[in-house]
């Protein structure tokens, strides 16, 4: 057994004498069968001792049964993991013929005047069928009571937003910026990287099918229709709802934890105008940004795969991408990040200010932020895209 | 059955802590032996709970050498500081009740470590653990968030006794208690103590319980263990830190 190595016999010092260890090797706990049926038990019976004799522990699990007799007067020591062991073992009374020393005494008294256990009142077992019907209950309640909670949400910003209007001293400039820097400037490189690749991609694909048509000149369509409208919105907000989306949920949910959210409240700041507000304005500015930038980039990878690919040269390709993508798709983008970058920080400010003061409840939340924003994204691209389907194409 | 040896259970040499720049302690010694209750004040910043860490080999000091029980905790031996580790028990001073779990499970976390007990054992044990610290049965299946102050500090206490530990560390036992529940919980550690023959190192600021445990006292200051003993030998000792610390009671942290 491991523990035994924490009481070695000897130890080796460092200057090279030979002592005893710290504490003394504990006498192991023993057990001897008596003479007609008895058992004696002696030395020290506590958990760290039956750890390293486990032989010992069997041999009294396999006695206990069949012993008439029991002398522990020689126990020097018994700690209540033994004892209750014991007395478990005893059927919770002692036996009719016993000696005892003082100490195991004690530490089985201790146990002897627990109050009897409570029966543990485990709810019930149900059936699967109540089982299921309640599990769809608590999904279709959580799913109202965060509806709820984003409109009470947007009430709240609605108010603080109509205090600015009145106050404009009390606009918190320092956090929207910090905010603007954090999930605008530096999320730059990855929504370029990955737009870029993105149209690279696409541009292959499509390229492939096109060719076989003889249409290739309507790469520039399908690229800058398909990248501008439908798929940088979402491709940035996928990105933004994992990394700002998150980070706020954690940052809000963490100030939970550790009651920052109500000593500013008892400060008297309002936690919507001074948390929330930033990080949903921050995002409702910088996602149209973002969509600009990584549709760039994307529409550059694409125009490069296009030119290698199609022998379509890249000036080519931006000159003729006024006349394919009509500016309603433009416009139409950069509404849907606009949107989508509210949903999120919404979201996510949402779970964050409902997290309970507990880990779990932090790291479910967390992603329960970051998996409605994205699944809210793209329901609501899904309604955009059919009530535009007569702009822009 | 030999007698125990005259062997400390903290024995600390030639102690250097530094944080960044500052010196917190120089060449410290401190030694705690079996069954003593030994008390560390001081001022702000004079290190106690810095000490505490290094005990616990939390933070490895500076220059020295820190031995629990004989042995060296920063051995690289995994399985001999695990070992070393489940023969103290340390009460935070928030309590570091696992969040996620309820009071039952936060006790019977270090007992279900063990991988040895069956849950009927641990649940008896579970039980004699929170008679032994008075908390009712019914506070088992609450959540650390749903507990006072003082239900925190003896759920912890009960968990910190969880594997009747050899050495006690309590950071702080009565901070956020008022003195009514300040004044239980040291009667209670001090039966503990008691009862099971512990030796408790204490970081406190609280005369209330340095009077209630009875114990020595060590007061650091000057990056040093200035002087140790009686709560009246200290405070016969001429020096400025002892007269400020003694003079005015202390209600701050440190």
């Known amino acids: 057994m491991a523990s035994g190595r924490i009481y070695p016999?000897?130890?080796?010092?460092?200057?090279?004498?030979?002592?005893?260890?710290?504490?003394?090797?504990p006498s192991c706990p023993t057990l001897r069968h008596a003479p007609g049926g008895g058992v004696a038990l002696s030395g020290e019976w506590t958990l760290a001792g039956i750890l390293r004799t486990p032989a010992v522990h069997l041999a009294l699990l396999a006695a206990a049964a069949r012993a008439s007799r029991w002398d522990l007067s020689a126990v020097t020591r018994m700690d209540s993991a033994l004892a209750v062991l014991l007395w478990r073992l005893w059927a919770g009374r002692f036996p009719e013929e016993m000696e005892i020393s003082p100490a195991a005494r004690a530490a089985l008294e201790r146990i002897a005047v627990l109050p009897a256990a409570e029966p543990i009142s485990g709810a019930g077992e149900e059936s699967a069928l109540i089982g299921g019907l309640r599990r769809m209950g608590t999904?279709?309640?959580?799913?109202?009571?965060?509806?709820?909670?984003?409109?009470?949400?947007?009430?709240?910003?609605?108010?603080?937003?109509?205090?600015?209007?009145?106050?404009?001293?009390?606009?918190?400039?320092?956090?929207?910026?910090?905010?603007?820097?954090?999930?605008?400037?530096?999320?730059?490189?990855?929504?370029?990287?990955?737009?870029?690749?993105?149209?690279?991609?696409?541009?292959?694909l499509?390229?492939?099918?096109?060719?076989?048509?003889?249409?290739?000149?309507?790469?520039?369509?399908?690229?800058?229709?398909?990248?501008?409208?439908?798929?940088?919105?979402?491709?940035?907000?996928?990105?933004v709802a994992g990394r700002s989306g998150s980070a706020m949920t954690a940052q809000i949910g963490v100030m939970?934890?550790?009651?920052?959210?109500?000593?500013?409240?008892?400060?008297?700041?309002?936690?919507?105008?001074?948390?929330?507000?930033?990080?949903?304005a921050a995002l409702l500015l910088v996602m149209p940004l973002l969509v600009v930038w990584s549709c760039m980039a994307a529409l550059l990878g694409g125009a490069l795969a296009a030119w290698k690919e199609l022998d379509l040269s890249v000036i080519y390709f931006f000159s003729a991408l006024p006349d394919a993508v009509p500016i309603a798709n433009l416009w139409i983008g950069?509404?849907?990040?606009?949107?989508?970058?509210?949903?999120?920080?919404?979201?996510?400010?949402?779970?964050?200010?409902?997290?309970?003061?507990?880990?779990?409840?932090?790291?479910?939340?967390?992603?329960?932020?970051?998996?409605?924003?994205?699944?809210?994204?793209?329901?609501?691209?899904?309604?955009l895209a059919v009530f535009t389907r007569n702009f822009g194409v | 059955?030999?007698?125990?040896?005259?062997?400390?259970?903290?024995?600390?040499r030639g102690i250097w802590s530094r944080y960044r720049e500052v010196i917190i302690h120089k060449d410290l010694d401190f030694r705690v032996r079996t069954g003593e209750v030994v008390a560390l004040v001081g001022g702000s910043g004079s290190g106690k709970t810095t000490l505490l860490r290094e005990i616990l080999g939390l933070l490895p000091p500076y220059r020295g050498n820190v031995r629990l029980f004989g042995h060296d905790l920063q051995t690289?031996?995994?399985?001999?500081?695990?070992?070393?580790?489940?023969?103290?028990?340390?009460?935070?001073?928030?309590?570091?009740?696992?969040?996620?779990?309820?009071?039952?499970?936060?006790?019977?976390?270090?007992?279900?470590?063990?991988?040895?007990l069956d849950e009927a054992w641990i649940a008896e044990l579970v039980r004699l653990k929170m008679t032994m610290v008075e908390l009712e049965p019914e506070h088992a299946r609450l959540m650390p968030s749903e507990l006072s102050g003082g239900m925190i500090k003896r759920v912890a206490l009960a968990r910190a006794l969880a594997l009747e530990p050899e050495l006690l560390l309590l950071d702080e036992p009565t901070a956020g208690l008022d003195p009514a529940r300040s004044q239980g919980f040291v009667r209670l550690i001090r039966a503990l103590q008691q009862r099971l023959n512990l030796t408790v190192v204490l970081v406190t600021h609280d005369m209330e319980t340095l009077c209630g445990l009875g114990c020595e006292?060590?007061?650091?200051?000057?990056?040093?263990?200035?002087?140790?003993?009686?709560?009246?030998?200290?405070?016969?000792?001429?020096?400025?830190?002892?007269?400020?610390?003694f003079n005015l009671p202390s209600t701050a942290k440190g």
């Open chain 1, 256 to 280: 939970r934890v550790t009651e920052e959210i109500d000593a500013l409240a008892v400060m008297g700041v309002s936690v919507t105008l001074r948390v929330v507000l930033p990080k949903v």
């Open chain 1, 139 to 204: 999904f279709t309640l959580g799913i109202v009571h965060n509806a709820l909670g984003l409109i009470d949400l947007l009430g709240r910003l609605a108010l603080a937003v109509g205090f600015l209007c009145r106050h404009p001293k009390g606009i918190p400039w320092k956090e929207f910026s910090a905010n603007i820097y954090r999930a605008g400037v530096e999320a730059l490189p990855v929504s370029a990287l990955v737009g870029f690749l993105i149209g690279v991609t696409i541009s292959y």
């Open chain 1, 9 to 25: 016999e000897t130890e080796i010092r460092r200057r090279g004498t030979r002592r005893m260890s710290a504490m003394t090797p």
């Open chain 2, 1 to 12: 059955m030999t007698k125990p040896l005259p062997v400390p259970v903290i024995d600390m």
């Open chain 2, 217 to 245: 006292i060590a007061v650091l200051a000057e990056q040093r263990i200035l002087t140790r003993g009686s709560l009246d030998t200290v405070r016969a000792f001429p020096h400025p830190a002892i007269e400020q610390f």
């Open chain 2, 76 to 116: 690289p031996d995994a399985l001999l500081q695990r070992d070393i580790r489940r023969r103290l028990g340390m009460l935070f001073q928030q309590g570091a009740l696992f969040s996620a779990l309820p009071v039952f499970d936060n006790i019977a976390f270090p007992l279900r470590e063990l991988g040895f």
């Open chain 1, 334 to 383: 950069l509404c849907k990040g606009a949107l989508f970058g509210v949903l999120i920080s919404l979201i996510a400010c949402h779970f964050g200010l409902h997290v309970r003061p507990n880990t779990e409840s932090l790291s479910r939340r967390t992603t329960a932020s970051v998996v409605s924003a994205i699944t809210l994204v793209i329901i609501a691209d899904a309604i």
């Open chain 1, 206 to 239: 499509s390229a492939l099918q096109l060719k076989t048509f003889g249409a290739d000149i309507f790469i520039v369509n399908i690229l800058g229709i398909g990248i501008i409208r439908e798929l940088g919105p979402v491709l940035v907000a996928v990105l």
